[in-house]
């Protein structure tokens, strides 16, 4: 187990660096970049450092491998197993598939959004797709051709989408008001038919009540209400250093909003949500004008920033935002957050440096696999001690990688289980680790391992409770495997979420590869459309 460390420390970089062993990485590489690949890594595929300055052209194993772009619709798939009876509702995924040749020198998360859908009832599963056909996806279709070629650059554009939503829609899906919601970070979501994956409204504003510009890829559902809390950075306007956070009950009413300002204007992934306090995390994935004026991508990463943890109340005017600082750190995804006796926690995935090989590094750094490897690390900041200018952080385990999940119905409350997509950290040789779901128990500390076998790579995992009122983590855990030896082929596999290492309970085949997955979520029956 990781020691931990105070953030005041800015020599934090030897206080847990022995946890880092570069010859292990090099096996169990795996994280945003795999999964944002199509999670075509293979298991010994190590990403090429893209250098400093503007945008390189991305390392071979990072670009889009090729042009997917299959809408697709499989009935009644072919299962082993059996799905369980207890499972109804719809798996829903988005990732970018390039509607055209990108730019060689863009990045694969600028592909547009194309959504997934399993559908699952009854013992019986459907699998459909289709593109987010928002604005940006109309002008290219009439087109024919790419027309924003840069990621997050808006100087790139051809000038004859001036004015159009940029949004890829491509990263994070959820429900909300009888929608699907595709959701991109620098831009107002999609809302798509929750049945035919039809998109019905390009740039959904919620009824022109939406207090941003942009709109957050990873909202959360209030424990308690239901209500979605989100937030939107740079949210007055390209560059800005303003951040709206709001709050919209499940029929779509703003019953709260604020407007707060960040230390820097840097990358706000995602955020946590507690019972009292909405969280915010700065990171030094900075956005670089003079890249951007140069012709390249809105990010780069700066290896001498620190980092910015930011506590504010829900119910307030913002006036009350608290920043505690601490060291130069990477941190996207939330796994779950909670208050404890004026404490407030949030466990995310974390990393010593950049963790995304295709961003930039600014300052002629070289980007460090090592340093670039995310674990799941335990953020904490006193309430109480208005002395305290910095917050503590803690390594949980050990197990290596991004996108954690959590049983979502705990996204604001005290939560016990995580679970992530990694790989057998207790393999002979790493170089070879099989790809894995872990169930983490906070409780007690330990995990449990499902080990995916050879030759399969794993998108992110999805948490399904088995009824409304199950308790926590009481469920199934799915996700998309993709089987290498078979060009690529996918498969979901589902596994009792208190029983990983049993393995795969069903798993449905797919006659053809899955579409690539940045974020899943799960819809219970009890809130599908009945038709
Ligand atoms: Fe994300």
Same mark, same amino acid.
């Given at each position: 187990?990781?020691?931990?460390?105070?953030?005041?420390?800015?020599?934090?970089?030897?206080?847990?660096?022995?946890?880092?062993?570069?010859?292990?990485?090099?096996?169990?590489?795996?994280?945003?970049?795999?999964?944002?690949?199509?999670?075509?890594?293979?298991?010994?595929?190590?990403?090429?450092?893209?250098?400093?300055?503007?945008?390189?052209?991305?390392?071979?194993?990072?670009?889009?491998?090729?042009?997917?772009?299959?809408?697709?619709?499989?009935?009644?798939?072919?299962?082993?197993?059996?799905?369980?009876?207890?499972?109804?509702?719809?798996?829903?995924?988005?990732?970018?598939?390039?509607?055209?040749?990108?730019?060689?020198?863009?990045?694969?998360?600028?592909?547009?959004?194309?959504?997934?859908?399993?559908?699952?009832?009854?013992?019986?599963?459907?699998? %459909?797709?289709? @593109? *987010?056909?928002?604005?940006?996806?109309? #002008?290219?279709? /009439?087109?024919?051709? =790419? !027309?924003?070629?840069?990621?997050?650059?808006?100087?790139?554009?051809?000038?004859?989408?001036?004015?159009?939503?940029?949004?890829?829609?491509?990263?994070?899906?959820?429900?909300?008001?009888?929608?699907?919601?595709?959701?991109?970070?620098?831009?107002?979501?999609?809302?798509?038919?929750?049945?035919?994956?039809?998109?019905?409204?390009?740039?959904?504003?919620?009824?022109?009540?939406?207090?941003?510009?942009?709109?957050?890829?990873?909202?959360?559902?209030?424990?308690?209400?239901?209500?979605?809390?989100?937030?939107?950075?740079?949210?007055?306007?390209?560059?800005?250093?303003?951040?709206?956070?709001?709050?919209?009950?499940?029929?779509?009413?703003?019953?709260?909003?604020?407007?707060? %300002?960040?230390? @820097? *204007?840097?990358?706000?992934?995602?955020? #946590?949500?507690? /019972?009292?306090?909405? =969280? !915010?995390?700065?990171?030094?994935?900075?956005?670089?004008?003079?890249?951007?004026?140069?012709?390249?991508?809105?990010?780069?990463?700066?290896?001498?920033?620190?980092?910015?943890?930011?506590?504010?109340?829900?119910?307030?005017?913002?006036?009350?935002?608290?920043?505690?600082?601490?060291?130069?750190?990477?941190?996207?995804?939330?796994?779950?957050?909670?208050?404890?006796?004026?404490?407030?926690?949030?466990?995310?995935?974390?990393?010593?440096?950049?963790?995304?090989?295709?961003?930039?590094?600014?300052?002629?750094?070289?980007?460090?696999?090592?340093?670039?490897?995310?674990?799941?690390?335990?953020?904490?900041?006193?309430?109480?001690?208005?002395?305290?200018?910095?917050?503590?952080?803690?390594?949980? @385990?050990?197990?290596?990688?991004?996108?954690?999940?959590?049983?979502?119905?705990?996204?604001?409350?005290?939560?016990?289980?995580?679970?992530?997509?990694?790989?057998?950290?207790?393999?002979?040789?790493?170089?070879?680790?099989?790809?894995?779901?872990?169930?983490?128990?906070?409780?007690?500390?330990?995990?449990?391992?499902?080990?995916?076998?050879?030759?399969?790579?794993?998108?992110?995992?999805?948490?399904?409770?088995?009824?409304?009122?199950?308790?926590?983590?009481?469920?199934?855990?799915?996700?998309?495997?993709?089987?290498?030896?078979?060009?690529?082929?996918?498969?979901?596999?589902?596994?009792?979420?208190?029983?990983?290492?049993?393995?795969?309970?069903?798993?449905?085949?797919?006659?053809?590869?899955?579409?690539?997955?940045?974020?899943?979520?799960?819809?219970?029956?009890?809130?599908?459309?009945?038709?």
């Amino acid at each position: 187990m990781a020691k931990d460390i105070k953030s005041d420390d800015k020599t934090e970089n030897s206080s847990d660096r022995h946890t880092f062993d570069r010859r292990k990485f090099l096996g169990t590489a795996v994280g945003l970049a795999g999964a944002v690949a199509g999670a075509s890594l293979s298991a010994n595929a190590q990403a090429q450092p893209p250098g400093s300055g503007a945008a390189r052209p991305t390392p071979p194993e990072f670009q889009t491998p090729q042009l997917f772009r299959l809408e697709s619709d499989v009935h009644d798939c072919q299962v082993t197993g059996k799905i369980p009876d207890d499972l109804n509702g719809a798996f829903y995924r988005v990732g970018p598939d390039a509607q055209y040749p990108m730019n060689p020198r863009n990045i694969p998360f600028d592909g547009e959004g194309h959504v997934g859908m399993f559908r699952i009832k009854d013992g019986r599963v459907d699998y %459909k797709t289709r @593109y *987010v056909k928002n604005d940006r996806w109309k #002008a290219q279709n /009439e087109a024919g051709k =790419i !027309l924003f070629p840069m990621y997050r650059n808006p100087y790139m554009d051809d000038p004859s989408v001036a004015g159009l939503s940029r949004s890829t829609a491509n990263t994070h899906i959820i429900n909300h008001k009888g929608y699907l919601l595709s959701l991109k970070e620098d831009s107002p979501p999609a809302a798509l038919d929750l049945i035919t994956l039809e998109t019905v409204i390009p740039n959904y504003t919620f009824d022109d009540t939406l207090p941003s510009q942009t709109f957050t890829a990873h909202p959360k559902i209030d424990s308690q209400t239901g209500n979605m809390v989100a937030f939107g950075y740079e949210a007055t306007g390209f560059g800005s250093d303003d951040v709206s956070l709001f709050e919209y009950t499940p029929q779509g009413e703003l019953v709260w909003n604020a407007m707060v %300002k960040v230390p @820097y *204007v840097g990358m706000l992934h995602d955020f #946590a949500v507690t /019972e009292n306090y909405i =969280i !915010l995390y700065v990171i030094p994935m900075v956005i670089d004008r003079q890249q951007i004026q140069e012709g390249g991508i809105h990010w780069a990463w700066n290896d001498s920033e620190r980092t910015h943890f930011g506590v504010v109340r829900r119910d307030g005017d913002g006036s009350d935002m608290r920043w505690f600082t601490g060291p130069t750190r990477s941190a996207t995804h939330v796994m779950g957050a909670f208050e404890d006796g004026g404490r407030v926690y949030v466990d995310v995935e974390m990393s010593e440096s950049n963790p995304f090989p295709f961003m930039p590094m600014q300052g002629g750094k070289q980007w460090d696999p090592v340093r670039g490897t995310s674990y799941i690390t335990r953020l904490s900041a006193d309430m109480n001690n208005r002395n305290v200018s910095g917050y503590d952080i803690e390594r949980l @385990y050990d197990y290596m990688g991004a996108l954690p999940r959590q049983d979502d119905r705990y996204n604001t409350a005290s939560y016990r289980y995580g679970f992530l997509g990694t790989r057998d950290k207790d393999a002979a040789n790493p170089r070879q680790a099989n790809a894995g779901y872990v169930r983490m128990d906070n409780a007690t500390r330990t995990t449990e391992f499902w080990n995916a076998g050879a030759g399969t790579s794993l998108a992110e995992c999805c948490f399904a409770p088995k009824r409304d009122n199950a308790r926590e983590g009481e469920g199934y855990l799915m996700g998309v495997a993709t089987r290498q030896n078979e060009n690529g082929r996918g498969d979901l596999v589902i596994l009792d979420a208190e029983h990983l290492s049993d393995g795969p309970v069903a798993v449905v085949h797919l006659p053809i590869r899955a579409t690539g997955q940045i974020h899943g979520w799960w819809v219970p029956e009890s809130q599908m459309p009945q038709v």
